[in-house]
């Protein structure tokens, strides 16, 4: 039971424990306060008020002001041992259990206005999609508390330990979270590493019989968009905004009647009633947050529920983190190969910006067809080296690379460059055949059909498409995309990978061909 102890002055030692919603601190005498007669103090000096599991302070306007550990506040989270000054009177805030306990951890600095962003500048597309349900139902027959929250959080450790793809990661910690604590709503929202924003990684909603949830996904876009009623994500921003703040998970059994929260129209409006929202946190740096919702008074969450999802969010914090530094590393890693790749391209002026340019076809085209983000990044990375090999050609055989011995010279260099490269081995295949073709004409081996690697068959496509165009720019042809897209396709029929060829035309309507969702930035 959360206490309020007087530290000094004539009341010293007295204790009141911390019942009501709200406690007053002031010179008035108030029965469900506490009086201090203290001349620095004014009649109602401040106030402690609880929202869900978490209490503040709130200054009242006193004259002198109210202080928390020697910093004037306004409004703060309290946590248990902090010092309350107002006028010469000092009072602890403590809690009788926390003997037994361990002390908090240190709070996560949040910075409040992220979650603004939301409202202002995202776009957030929900995709619901039914697949992988059957792993991510609870298992029957759970008979205690303990056995249902070892059972998810194993699940959200399996899933963790498979799971490579942010958003994928993110739809199944939300269902499984939704699940676990009968949830009508869920969100997880994960902050972006470098603007600070947050963005809705997946979406969690109970169906009609009550008993699976459907996925939510979003792509990497940022703005609220219509949920099943035509509004944006069911949520509290003033409850998300405090989880911001504080670092701190906060459960509350009905938001309706918070004091804090009820007369905020994303409560009333959307029949909030119990919430709980929990930071996503891993070495102390705040990944995001995971909401959950449920609008039926028989059916409100429980402290057990609190600790189970915020035991889920650290997990996630943790793996969302690790996802995020991979990202960022495999950014960089794109980046010097893709200025290694310029420097090189500097030695043939007509060469220059080519290889980075069928990098982005090639990833375009692999969106089209539907290839996951690292199959897709295998993809960017062979088609930025697949030019590699003419660092080892001379001025005069750069001059002739229409020549089929020359390019054949410089694939085989460039294969044997790759050999040679710790860890680029696996690429070599992409760079080796992406000259094949589709009726078995091309070379170095002549291997034919779906004997070709699909990643080389998506960059043989990508670089002739880009060959077409500078071809067309140096006679004088104004041909453009569009046009350069049909001329391929229909000249092409036995070149090229009949489905490679409908991706690259999908990915031009869609404009994946030119800034592909999957794309990485290098240069």
Request: aromatic share 4%; proline share 4%; charged share 30%.
């Given at each position: 039971m959360p206490i309020i102890r007087i530290k000094n002055g004539p009341h010293k030692g007295n204790e009141h424990e911390v019942k009501a919603e709200t406690l007053v601190i002031g010179r008035d005498e108030n029965p469900d306060g506490i009086q201090i007669l203290d001349q620095g103090i004014s009649r109602r000096h401040a106030e402690i008020f609880r929202i869900g599991e978490m209490y503040f302070i709130r200054d009242l306007?006193?004259?002198?002001?109210?202080?928390?550990?020697?910093?004037?506040?306004?409004?703060?989270?309290?946590?248990?041992?902090?010092?309350?000054?107002?006028?010469?009177?000092?009072?602890?805030?403590?809690?009788?259990?926390?003997?037994?306990?361990?002390?908090?951890?240190?709070?996560?600095?949040?910075?409040?206005?992220?979650?603004?962003?939301?409202?202002?500048?995202?776009?957030?597309?929900?995709?619901?999609?039914?697949?992988?349900?059957a792993d991510l139902v609870l298992e029957p027959g759970q008979e205690t508390q303990e056995s249902r929250d070892l059972q998810v959080l194993y699940k959200v450790a399996k899933t963790i330990a498979s799971e490579r793809d942010l958003k994928g990661l993110a739809r199944k910690v939300v269902r499984l979270a939704g699940a676990a604590v009968k949830a009508d709503h869920g969100y997880i929202f994960i902050k972006h590493?470098?603007?600070?924003?947050?963005?809705?990684?997946?979406?969690?909603?109970?169906?009609?019989?009550?008993?699976?949830?459907?996925?939510?996904?979003?792509?990497?876009?940022?703005?609220?968009?219509?949920?099943?009623?035509?509004?944006?994500?069911?949520?509290?921003?003033?409850?998300?905004?405090?989880?911001?703040?504080?670092?701190?998970?906060?459960?509350?059994?009905?938001?309706?009647?918070?004091?804090?929260?009820?007369?905020?129209?994303?409560?009333?409006?959307?029949?909030?009633?119990?919430?709980?929202?929990?930071?996503?946190?891993?070495?102390?740096?705040l990944c995001g947050v995971l909401y959950l919702s449920t609008s039926k008074i028989a059916e409100v969450f429980t402290t057990e529920d609190l600790e189970l999802v915020t035991a889920i969010g650290v997990q996630a914090g943790m793996a969302i983190q690790g996802i995020t530094l991979a990202l960022a590393q495999e950014k960089n890693y794109l980046e010097l190969v893709g200025s290694l790749v310029a420097a090189i391209e500097m030695r043939d002026p007509l060469s220059r910006g080519h290889s980075e340019r069928v990098s982005t076809y090639a990833s375009g085209i692999a969106q089209a067809l539907g290839l996951s983000r690292s199959r897709n990044r295998r993809v960017q990375l062979a088609a930025l080296l697949h030019n590699i090999g003419s660092i080892f050609l001379d001025p005069g055989e750069l001059a002739k690379s229409d020549d089929i011995g020359i390019d054949k010279k410089r694939i085989d260099l460039a294969g044997k460059l790759l050999e040679k490269m710790h860890g680029m081995s696996f690429l070599l295949p992409a760079v080796k055949h992406h000259k094949e073709r589709w009726d078995g004409k091309g070379y170095p081996d002549a291997l034919a059909g779906e004997d070709i690697p699909l990643e080389a068959r998506i960059i043989g496509v990508a670089n002739d498409f880009d060959k077409l165009i500078e071809s067309a720019a140096e006679k004088g042809e104004q041909l453009d995309t569009k046009d350069a897209v049909a001329r391929l396709v229909s000249s092409g029929v036995s070149s090229y990978d009949p489905k490679v060829l409908e991706a690259l035309m999908l990915a031009h309507r869609e404009g994946w061909l030119y800034e592909p969702p999957e794309r990485v930035k290098v240069g």
């Open positions: 306007g006193s004259r002198n002001g109210t202080f928390v550990n020697e910093e004037k506040i306004s409004e703060e989270l309290l946590r248990v041992g902090d010092e309350i000054k107002i006028g010469s009177t000092v009072l602890l805030f403590e809690d009788r259990r926390a003997k037994t306990k361990s002390k908090t951890s240190e709070r996560v600095v949040a910075d409040p206005k992220a979650f603004d962003a939301i409202a202002a500048t995202t776009t957030i597309s929900i995709d619901l999609n039914a697949a992988e349900a590493p470098e603007k600070g924003e947050l963005t809705l990684g997946g979406s969690y909603e109970k169906t009609k019989d009550q008993s699976e949830a459907e996925p939510g996904s979003s792509d990497e876009t940022t703005d609220p968009a219509p949920d099943a009623a035509g509004e944006g994500p069911m949520i509290s921003r003033t409850i998300v905004k405090r989880v911001l703040r504080f670092g701190r998970a906060i459960m509350s059994s009905d938001a309706s009647l918070d004091d804090r929260f009820r007369d905020r129209g994303s409560v009333v409006m959307k029949q909030i009633r119990s919430v709980i929202c929990a930071p996503l946190v891993a070495m102390d740096q």
